[in-house]
T-cell receptor, first 115, second 112 residues
Framework: SAVISQKPSRDICQRGTSLTIQCQVD?????MFWYRQQPGQSLTLIAT?????????ESGFVIDKFPISRPNLTFSTLTVSNMSPEDSSIYLC????????????FGPGTRLTVL | GNSVTQMEGPVTLSEEAFLTINCTYT??????LFWYVQYPGEGLQLLLK?????DKGSNKGFEATYRKETTSFHLEKGSVQVSDSAVYFC???????????FGAGTRLAVHP
């Protein structure tokens, strides 16, 4: 399966600032996704990162708050904008490869704490 | 809408005990079903999957059978180890949609 890395692995940020999280895959993948895992809770899909076009957001998530880029088939970024303490979560990137259809593999996550 | 319900944790077992973590789902069509595991401080790992009724997924001694008649996908292991201590997530993916829908997760603690 693809090897997925995320940067940063963790960060502590001040209220009102923005943080950009990077997701890098070691091979070209068809689909990339961003999930949020709030403390002690399950995972919720934020959006699907589409290569060369705007991301597709799930209900409750908007582009102004979570802008996403995907310039090529191996890289994506998620920005958490104008942060508040409620944004403190683990943010995970996941990918689906053409060769392993119907299986999503997850990166190690970025643990964000907003003060 | 589609949803996944897991048994609440934490589940606490002694080493070599039998494990069952219940998972039931609600979905339209014929979903694919998954179990993911999250070890302390790590990301999610795909543990096993099943894509159609009566399929049995298995990996690392864990098994789960896709039961359409009871809309269930219970995770089992015959003899747990301390190293199995983790949070286990049941998830589904409904045909035509790439989105994974996760259950709340069940924390398993195995003691020597």
């Amino acid at each position: 399966s693809a090897v997925i890395s995320q940067k940063p692995s963790r960060d502590i940020c001040q209220r009102g600032t923005s943080l950009t999280i990077q997701c890098q895959v070691d091979s070209q993948v068809t689909m990339m996704f961003w999930y949020r895992q709030q403390p002690g809770q399950s995972l919720t899909l934020i959006a699907t990162a589409n290569q060369g076009s705007e991301a597709t957001y799930e209900s409750g998530f908007v582009i102004d708050k979570f802008p996403i880029s995907r310039p090529n088939l191996t890289f994506s970024t998620l920005t958490v904008s104008n942060m508040s303490p409620e944004d403190s979560s683990i943010y995970l990137c996941s990918v689906e490869e053409t060769a392993s259809y119907n299986e999503q593999f997850f990166g190690p996550g970025t643990r964000l704490t907003v003060l | 809408g589609n949803s996944v319900t897991q048994m609440e944790g934490p589940v606490t077992l002694s080493e070599e005990a039998f494990l069952t973590i219940n998972c039931t789902y609600t979905a339209t069509g014929y979903p694919s079903l998954f179990w993911y595991v999250q070890y302390p401080g790590e990301g999610l790992q795909l543990l096993l999957k099943a894509t159609k009724a009566d399929d049995k997924g298995s990996n690392k001694g864990f098994e789960a059978t896709y039961r359409k008649e009871t809309t269930s996908f219970h995770l089992e292991k015959g003899s747990v180890q301390v190293s199995d201590s983790a949070v286990y997530f049941c998830a589904l993916r409904s045909g035509g949609y790439n989105k994974l829908i996760f259950g709340a997760g069940t924390r398993l603690a195995v003691h020597p």
